[in-house]
């Protein structure tokens, strides 16, 4: 045994004279770090309740409660987070999948009560110390994307290549692709309540993810007989409002539903529906008009064995939604497919029928329902100087003219009034027929009523964009038209209103163009409804009040589509006709 | 009847499993002839949490806050192995900075593992002020680990595809200024432990693990590299960044418990440079790869073994997947389970009554491993 072993421990003794290592609590305490996993905090303003929260879980430690003053509304589902700290393990899963961001955890540590069922709460309803703290654990979702990551892109044809042809721009997802689109889904279903069908999208995302596509199409079934045209077209609440899409990017729900209808040659095969109406027999109800909202409502009334009758003035059905959508958005191709489901389903179709009032009249006493689905046939007016020079035209009757064949001359250089899904595919049709395209908007390109993706593709396809331009007058110039405008600032509405474009100076600009296409608005022309039926209708600007039973206050008669007030889209046509059919199976 | 346990030859004692000197819930049950030992039996059950049962009914990305309850000390091996086995039966691509990270991660647990173990070993001989100074010395590194993941135990760091958050800025800095801190304080520490005539008597020649037992019982870590062995997984299969950080396995050669403590002495100042290491070639770039969604996160069917260094010697997962949204099974296979069963119940025959805890603190036995 050496010496130095017996007294060198003892040298410890000179730590006695050092300062201590640890914290004299508690008048001294340690505070979390920055980072550090605490209780919970939630903004309760961005919360929608998406439930991804509890979801994750292990230890079931969150469950979502309905909360005095967070009311369920569009996108969100009015429940919120509460937590048991008997069960939390602190694991922080819940924030770092926060679809909004909107749950944090704060750096206290430290809470005593003496009630033990205090100890679970909902953060940011009850108040607690820690709800004003800054620091804690909080989401970066540029680090791990668990909270929202992007979308598989979809496979589009280029501009240049496009511009070209008519041939459709989106190619459509592979299965692979579908696949893993579908698997981004949380499962929230905020979306279902977006969407004015309530389709049953996170059951059919869930399938399509699953690969089982027939599912997937019976589920569209449920409550929209038009998926493969909503696939194409749709103006998709359902994705406005997708918890993915906060901080990342929406689930591609139109694009999926598009892909599982594309997986079948034919529909009605899938589901099987001429083998059994439900209940033979129900009665007779027709129909006017083959749109989205007549066929929606000819296609739940035959399957509730019901006689659809449905009455239409052209040679083919689905109304200006299958009509007026250029073909690289919406290809004839799939029509046959479509309508082979109507009349598998047992849809009675009479086309070439223009319904008059007299036929009203009658129809109304023969039938057990009537269901006014006749949609939009007139363009809008335009009152500038020179609108009836010959080369100004109505671009909705121009659209319905099936223009891509090519048989309407429209020139080298055409110009678009309006900012309207009309104003774009007539001015991407023009682009197609060869002419060079300028479209002229009163407000802001942010404005435009027009579906985002239809700008921004109109934008990629070089069209000239002239927003914020007042139209003057359109003159003759030669063989050609000079349309003036004056440019526009914006000025906000006092009365909390949009803002207004209003003339910036009196400076006038003029372009030299060949064709003037007005795309201001459609209506619909109700002077088919004979006067004593009209009458008893509350008509508003030109369009049916009706309940939310589609009911229009006469005995029997629903409306549906664009003939009531509304979206004005195809899925909300879809929903009025559904609701429509429903009701007159419950008369 | 055996003769070690002839009731009117020998005493019949339990230690543990409530017992200061027992590491974690177990117990030992022993028969004395005198104060020696003329047999022993480890006794678990007391900590069965059954860890590996649950890991089949939650998510794959679930369970990754839980498999580092499995280990207090050191929760961060688990979480690594586990993401290993997720890593590759997935096919997922780990981004370079995190594996460094990751490596950093591990250094700073075993760091901090050792000097609790170190002073511990001085503790069980009764000389608190050793243990006292070792837990300090870790809480330096759990306040690094605070700052870092957010919690001082459970860290809930290292998940599948790479690590949640990266380093907080100026963090290398006081990681650096945490390591001179505690290196400017170990030469006293080691002229409280391994200078002391106490602890050298009650440690060198006792507790003798026989360099054959090595690979008989196939012992690993500081158990086997205190007998002369050189196994170490960071060497012998690198795994994360080991394969570019230059170092030399440490071994000592007395087989006592005492070249063990010094062993995981030497480990200490090993950590230190490898910490260093790391922090100096520590590369820019992401810290975690893109999962899908973590709710329909499905593996592909297929089975795994990945392994690591431990503090306590190789440490391993073999997981199965289905091909479904949980695992099929996964099995943790700790060193404690050779360690605390057969090779502490041959040591302790012929061992004095007062060295049972320091024998089996020599081996840092940890229960939750062995009954997972």
């Known amino acids: 045994m050496k010496f130095t072993d017996i007294v060198s421990p003892f040298l410890a003794w000179s730590r006695a004279a050092k300062k201590a290592d640890t914290i004299p609590y508690p008048k001294q305490s340690h505070p979390g770090s920055d980072r550090y996993r605490g209780f919970h905090r939630n903004d309760l303003d961005k919360c929608i309740g998406c439930g991804r929260c509890e979801e994750i879980c292990q230890n079931l430690a969150i469950g979502m409660v309905q909360v005095e003053g967070s009311e369920p509304a569009e996108g969100d589902s009015g429940l919120r987070p509460l937590v048991d700290y008997g069960r939390c393990c602190w694991c922080a899963l819940c924030i770092d999948v926060c679809s909004t961001g909107s749950l944090s955890l704060s750096n206290s540590y430290s809470w005593t009560t003496y009630d033990a069922d205090t100890c679970a709460y909902i953060p940011g309803t009850d108040e607690k110390a820690w709800d004003d703290s800054q620091k804690g654990y909080s989401q970066d979702n540029s680090i791990l994307q668990w909270a929202g990551s992007p979308r598989i892109e ?96 929406a689930i591609a729900i139109r694009w999926l539903k598009r892909f599982a209808c594309e997986q079948f040659e034919s529909l009605s095969d899938v589901l099987a529906t001429d083998e059994k109406p439900l209940e033979p027999g129900r009665g007779r109800v027709a129909i006017i008009g083959t749109g989205p909202a007549g066929l929606s409502a000819a296609y739940y009334l035959s399957r509730m064995g019901f006689q659809a009758h449905v009455f239409e003035k052209d040679g083919e059905g689905g109304g200006v939604a299958q009509h007026a959508i250029p073909e690289y958005r919406l290809p004839a191709s799939g029509y046959e497919k479509q309508m082979d489901v109507f009349r598998k389903a047992g849809a009675h179709f009479h086309y070439n029928t223009e319904v ?181 209708m509350t008509i508003k600007w030109g369009e049916i009040e009706v309940d939310e039973h589609q009911y229009t206050g006469v005995k029997n008669i629903y409306a549906g589509g664009d003939v009531t007030p509304g979206a004005g889209d195809i899925i909300t046509a879809i929903a009025d006709g559904m609701r429509a059919a429903k009701a007159i199976s419950k008369k | 009847m055996n003769s070690s346990t002839d009731p009117l030859k020998t005493t019949h004692l339990f230690f543990g499993p409530q017992h200061p000197g027992v590491t974690g819930n177990m117990s030992v049950e022993m028969w004395f002839d005198g104060d020696e030992i003329t047999k022993a039996v480890t006794h678990v059950g007391y900590l069965h949490r059954g860890f590996e049962k649950l890991m089949e009914r939650r998510l794959w990305i679930q369970n990754f806050p839980l498999v580092c309850r499995i280990c207090v000390p050191e929760p961060d091996i688990n979480e690594e192995c586990y993401a290993l086995a997720v890593e590759k039966l997935a096919g997922l691509q780990v981004p370079e900075r995190a594996k460094w990270i990751r490596t950093l991660i591990l250094e700073l647990a075993r760091f901090a593992v050792n000097l609790m173990a170190f002073g511990g070993q001085a503790g069980t001989l009764g000389l608190g002020t050793g243990a006292m100074w070792g837990i300090t010395f870790r809480d330096f590194v759990l306040d690094l680990f605070e700052e870092l993941t957010g919690a001082r135990v459970y860290h809930m760091y290292i998940q599948p595809g790479g690590v949640r958050r990266d380093l907080p800025e100026g963090f290398e800095k006081r990681v650096l200024a945490v390591l001179d801190k505690i290196g400017e304080r170990l030469p006293e520490f080691d002229r409280l432990i391994l200078n002391n005539s106490v602890f050298r008597d009650r440690t060198v020649g006792v507790g003798i693990v026989k360099p054959e037992w090595v690979s008989e019982l196939g012992l690993v870590g500081p158990v086997a590299r205190g007998s002369g062995s050189l196994r170490d997984v960071r060497k012998d299969a690198p795994y ?115 060295d049972v805890s320091n024998i089996m603190v020599s081996l840092t036995t940890c229960p939750p491993e062995i009954e997972r």
């Open chain 1, 154 to 249: 979809m496979p589009a044809a280029e501009p240049d290549e496009r511009v070209s042809n008519f041939e459709e721009v989106i190619r459509g997802y592979s299965p692979e692709q579908a696949a893993v689109e579908a698997s981004r889904c949380i499962q929230c279903g905020l979306c279902v309540t977006a969407c004015p069908a309530h389709m049953h999208i996170p059951e059919y995302l869930k399938a399509i993810a699953d690969g089982d596509y027939s599912r997937a199409v019976k589920l569209f079934f449920d409550n929209n007989p038009l998926p493969e045209m909503c696939g194409k077209v749709c103006t998709r609440e359902c994705e406005s409002v997708c918890a993915m899409g906060y901080q990342g990017e």
């Open chain 1, 356 to 536: 008059s009032s007299g036929d009203i009249l009658k129809m109304s006493d023969e039938y057990d329902a009537l269901f006014i689905a006749a949609g939009l046939q007139r363009s809008s007016d335009f009152k500038i100087p020179g609108v009836e020079l010959p080369g100004v035209k109505h671009a909705f009757y121009f659209l319905m003219n099936n223009p891509d064949d090519g048989s309407t001359e429209v020139g080298s250089r055409v110009l678009v009034i309006g900012g309207g899904n009309v104003a774009m595919d007539t001015a991407r049709t023009c682009l197609r027929l060869g002419a060079e395209v300028v479209i002229s908007y009163r407000r802001r390109i942010v404005d435009m009523p027009a579906d985002e993706e239809e700008i921004e593709e109109a934008m990629e396809e070089s069209i000239d964009f002239r927003p914020q331009t007042i139209p003057i007058r359109i003159e003759k110039a030669g063989q050609r038209l000079k349309y003036f405008y004056a440019e526009a600032e914006m000025v906000d509405d006092p009365d909390g209103g949009r803002p207004k474009p209003v003339r910036k100076d009196d400076v006038e600009h003029g372009i030299e163009v060949d064709t003037v296409f007005l795309a201001i608005g459609q209506s619909s022309d109700l002077g088919f409804l004979p006067d004593e039926i009209a009458g008893k």
């Open chain 2, 240 to 354: 994360e960044v080991y394969g570019e950080l230059d170092f030399e396995v440490v071994s000592e050669q007395g087989c006592d418990i005492y070249s063990r403590a010094l062993l995981r002495r030497r480990e200490i100042d090993l950590s230190m440079h490898l910490i260093r290491r790391i922090l100096e070639s520590m590369p820019g770039g992401p810290v975690a790869a893109p999962l899908p969604n973590l709710t329909e996160w499905r593996i592909p069917p297929g089975e795994i073994y990945t392994r690591i260094e431990s503090s306590r010697g190789e440490y391993g997962y073999y997981v199965v997947s289905d091909g479904s949204l949980k695992p099929r099974r996964v099995h943790v296979r700790g060193p404690s389970f050779v360690h605390a069963l057969t090779l502490l119940e041959r040591m302790l025959v012929g061992a004095n009554i007062a």
